[in-house]
Nanobody, 121 residues
Framework: EVQLQASGGGLVQAGGSLRLSCEVSGFTLNDAAIGWFRQAPGKEREGLACLRRDQKPPVYLDSVEGRFTISKDNAKNTVYLQMNNLNPEDSAVYYC??????????????WGAGTLVTVSS
């Protein structure tokens, strides 16, 4: 059974940092494209970062590139999202998701429960 478990959300002040974790079970990280997404109230879900299945450099949403970094620990089968210089517009529920394709798509196959990030001004 495939499961993704996101954690690490919380309340942080503007300019602060958080690291989200996504523990994956049911497949190894190299067998899928794995990404982080978020959805703020009243807004559409957006893709933030994607680890490609072919191990080429990650892909980022323009608005987070340089502030967010996606990485993985194969030994722990865990994917991370390091988020720096957070601002209130980053407040949202954050999700990790996976698909057994080359790159993340809008229709990811597996989703974890979200973790809430709130950035105060």
């Amino acid at each position: 059974e495939v499961q993704l478990q996101a954690s690490g959300g919380g309340l942080v002040q503007a300019g602060g940092s958080l690291r989200l974790s996504c523990e994956v079970s049911g497949f190894t990280l190299n067998d899928a494209a794995i990404g982080w997404f978020r959805q703020a109230p009243g807004k559409e879900r957006e893709g933030l970062a994607c680890l490609r299945r072919d191990q080429k450099p990650p892909v980022y949403l323009d608005s987070v590139e340089g502030r967010f970094t996606i990485s993985k620990d194969n030994a722990k089968n865990t994917v991370y999202l390091q988020m720096n210089n957070l601002n209130p517009e980053d407040s949202a529920v954050y999700y990790c998701a996976a698909v057994q394709k080359l790159i993340c798509t809008a229709s990811m196959r597996y989703w974890g429960a979200g973790t809430l990030v709130t950035v105060s001004s």
